[in-house]
Structure formats: C-alpha cells, structure tokens
Nanobody
C-alpha cells in the first residue's frame, strides 16, 4: 500500500487546517492509521491514532483538545482536523498504517509527509 499525505500549508496561529492521508494499492480499512510529526531539529513524534473501525482514537496530550482524527473507509482516507494551531505545531506531518501505539516501529507503511507551518 502507498500512503499519500496532503493538506499542509502556511497558516497563522489560531487557524485551522485539515490533513488527508489517502491509501493507494489496497484498502486500509482493516488497519489502524496514525499521524506523526517531525519539527525542525527534533525527533518524529506521535500525534494521533485511529483504529480500523474508527471506534477508538488516541492523541498526544498537547493536541488532544485541538486535533481530531477521523476516517472514511469508503474513500480510503484518514483525516486530521487541526484547530487553534500554534507555532509549536509547525512540523512535517506523516501518516502511517500499523498496529497502533505511539512508537514508530509499530507502523509498517508511511506516507511522504506534508509540511505545516504556523507563523504570524
């Protein structure tokens, strides 16, 4: 499967942005999907996860009240709605398919990343 992340851009603090992660090659409706991010000079970190059914989600504490992960299996796409963006959210955002959890090793397939820049 190939994952393609999109929707990044330059926004101001307080703005919203919605990222998409589309799967190609096969359906990923039976797999969990996560979003990770990597800020300049920092390690990649877990942001959010959604189970294959969408019935369960998990978030990094710093985004829990601002970000929402969702999926549309009919469209083979997972979304990350990001509200009230802050400069510290600036990073390249990656989607990944896998078993779940906050560790990169739990995910087998990765998208190419989409850059989100939050700046006034």
């Amino acid at each position: 499967v190939q994952l393609q992340a999109s929707g990044g851009g330059l926004v101001q603090p307080g703005d919203s942005l919605k990222l998409s992660c589309a799967a190609f090659g096969r359906t990923f409706s039976m797999y969990g999907v996560a979003w990770f991010r990597q800020a300049p000079g920092k390690d990649r970190e877990f942001v959010a996860f959604i189970t294959w059914s969408g019935s369960s989600t998990d978030y990094q504490d710093s985004v829990k009240s601002r970000f929402t992960i969702s999926r549309d299996n009919a469209k083979n796409t997972v979304y990350l709605q990001m509200n009230n963006l802050k400069p510290e959210d600036t990073a390249v955002y990656y989607c990944a398919e896998g078993a779940g959890g906050t560790k990169e090793v739990s995910y087998d397939y990765w998208g190419q990343g989409t850059l989100v820049t939050v700046s006034s």
